[in-house]
């Protein structure tokens, strides 16, 4: 660990402004300065920097921080790479003994980045004069501007191109260890000839590793460097540094599995494409994906192979995702990758493929599906239900999980406590079924608005604004006596505030800004992340969602006529009500009676 008085000393050198400004154009506001988030898409500046307190804050979307949280967050750095990046500005020497990295491994990163620097370099100038490789990326419709930005180059046929660029080729460990040239009896040649040269770099920009691609036949096609200690394949990606202001302006990622799908992509203007180093993508790629942009979609071949993948990315990707995360998958024609498909269709067409995409959850349980067999037998639910469990058991998500629990067991006909639901196997090993209580257990009438319908037609509400119909305040305060005693204030009251609000015309955006830094701001905050997640971020259709906002005003309506038969009961059994009671208590049932009918 870095000591935190050396962390402390080191802010106290580094003026935040400084370090924002290399990156974001900061204007005066008062005693502060502002922009436009570099963090979200927006049009009036939210995002400040206070030179007083040395941090920042959105306004916006709630990012804030340090300096060292700025550049973890802005460009993609760990943690002791920001330190170590601030320290080098501030002239400042990291404590050897406390970092993580060792000693040697330090020293010798400097040679290693100089070597892969310059072999990229040097690719890079060869491609000019390499006709065939010119002529094989404009077959591939790429420009050289694209390829500039991509540091795309060339090696020849001649096994030691690289002595050309380096003095100490045959003695050099530091090419060796980055795999830039192979040895054998003595002997040293290179590891890429006669393949165009994509060079991979980090989350910092800095050259790592290289992939070479064959320019006519041979095999294997692709060509990596081999793993050392500055490059693990499961552990970086191409195309991030390219991408990252694209990423940040969009707020999106689309993961492919080619360098030439991401350069196509780039090309056509989808600048926002990254793919992984020739092996399935690895939880800790999707984590520090996820880290800089929540909405992440994965594009594979539609046929079997490329749903194989598809499936063990999901399974990577399950145990990653945080509430308010967006993963999903695109399946292109068969046949098609995405820089056949982006070059015979253009861009409009790929993105609006993009916006088509299948949210994870529904290519999970689709999967699911396709191994269990039938599931109108007991044996293919039950086999469903196995495949299921071990899967929602690694979801750290509580809504995403919760959600994806409850379409299991509609699926299923199990229940949420057979998927390991905790609180709702807590709340069902409290209810009573008896109506011959002491009058301290009424208290156990509340059970019945278990799930809470008020949460839903907040959440509703909140997605759709325009669900609200003229009668249903009147309906909410005609039940309040019942839903007052048997919900929490904080979704009776934000309920009737919704209520109020959606009457007014008022929108999501506005209802969010108008219940801002009040006593309602918590509540919103969470049920705006489950509604996000339940209606996919709006898109699902209102007219689907419509008969679901009926539906729960009739169940609120049963709740009520369900509670106040259980409070006439509470105390009395059926033969001691009065006959008042008595006929109260049977128009309740003949109510509830019909509404089942109905």
């Known amino acids: ?297 994965f594009c594979f071949d539609g046929d079997a192979a490329g749903r194989k993948a598809a499936f063990r990315a999901l399974e990577s990707a399950i145990s990653q995702v945080e509430d308010g995360n967006k993963v999903s998958f695109l399946f292109l024609p068969d046949g098609e990758d995405p820089d056949s498909f982006v070059r015979s269709q253009g861009r409009n067409t790929f993105e609006r493929k993009i916006s088509e995409a299948t949210p994870m959850s529904d290519v999970l349980l689709d999967e699911l599906s396709r191994k269990s067999g039938d599931l109108a037998s007991v044996e293919g639910k039950s086999r469903f239900a196995s495949l299921f469990k071990p899967i929602v058991a690694r979801i750290k998500a509580p809504m995403i999980r919760k959600l994806l629990i409850e379409r299991v067991t509609s699926l299923t006909g199990l229940s949420t406590v057979d998927f390991g639901d905790i609180t709702v196997a807590k709340t069902h090993n409290n209810i009573d079924f008896s109506v011959k209580k002491k009058p301290d257990s009424f208290k156990r009438a509340r059970v019945y608005s278990e799930p809470s319908v008020l949460q839903h037609l907040i959440e509703m509400i909140l997605a759709y604004p325009e669900l609200v119909r003229d009668g249903d305040l009147s309906r909410l305060q005609g039940l309040w006596p019942n839903v007052k005693k048997h919900f929490p204030p904080s979704q009776s009251e934000l309920l009737t505030e919704l209520l109020q609000l959606a009457n007014a015309q008022f929108n999501t955006e506005q209802i969010i800004g108008q219940l801002k830094e009040t006593a309602f701001e918590d509540v919103i905050g969470r049920s705006v992340d489950l509604s996000r997640v339940r209606y996919q971020n709006g898109k699902v259709k209102i007219e689907n969602v419509e008969n679901e906002y009926a539906q729960a005003w009739e169940q609120l309506d049963r709740l009520a006529r369900l509670n106040m038969q259980k409070e006439l009961l509470a105390n009395k059994t059926l033969s001691e009500l009065s006959e008042d009671e008595r006929n109260l208590y049977r128009s309740l049932e003949r109510s509830q009676s019909d509404s089942k009918t109905d």
């Open 1 to 297: 660990m870095i000591p935190q008085t050396f962390i402390d000393e080191l802010l106290n050198r580094i003026d935040i402004v400084d370090v924002i400004e290399k990156f974001v154009p900061l204007r005066r506001s008062g005693a502060n300065l502002s922009a436009c988030c570099p963090f979200h898409e927006e049009k009036t500046p939210s995002f400040t920097v206070s030179q007083q307190k040395q941090f920042y804050h959105c306004f916006g979307c709630g990012v804030h921080g340090s300096a060292i949280t700025f550049l973890m967050e802005h460009q993609g750095l760990g943690f002791i790479d920001s330190v170590e990046s601030l320290a080098n500005q501030a002239g400042m020497q990291v404590p050897k003994n406390q970092r993580s990295d060792s000693t040697e491994l330090k020293r010798d990163s400097t040679a290693y980045f100089s070597a892969t620097s310059r072999a990229a370099s040097y690719y890079k100038r060869k491609l000019k004069g390499a006709s065939v490789a010119i002529q094989y990326l404009k077959g591939r419709a790429i420009d050289g501007n694209i390829a500039a930005k991509f540091l795309v180059g060339y090696a020849s046929n001649n096994w030691q191109e690289l002595s050309n660029e380096f003095n100490d080729y045959e003695s050099s460990s530091v090419l060796l260890e980055a795999g830039l040239v192979n040895e054998k009896d003595g002997r040293r040649y290179d590891r890429f000839r006669d393949r165009v040269i994509f060079p991979i770099r980090d989350f910092r920009g800095r050259v790592i590793a290289f992939g070479g691609r064959v320019i006519e036949t041979g095999e294997p096609k692709y060509l990596n460097s081999p793993e050392t200690p500055f490059f693990q394949k499961g552990k970086e990606v191409y195309g991030f540094w390219e991408s990252r202001s694209s990423i940040r302006q969009e707020r999106r990622i689309v993961v492919v599995e080619g360098y030439m799908d991401v350069v196509a992509l780039h090309q056509h203007g989808i600048t926002y494409a990254v793919a992984t180093l020739g092996t399935a993508v690895t939880e800790f790629q999707i984590a520090r994906l996820l880290k800089q942009c929540p909405d992440l979609i």
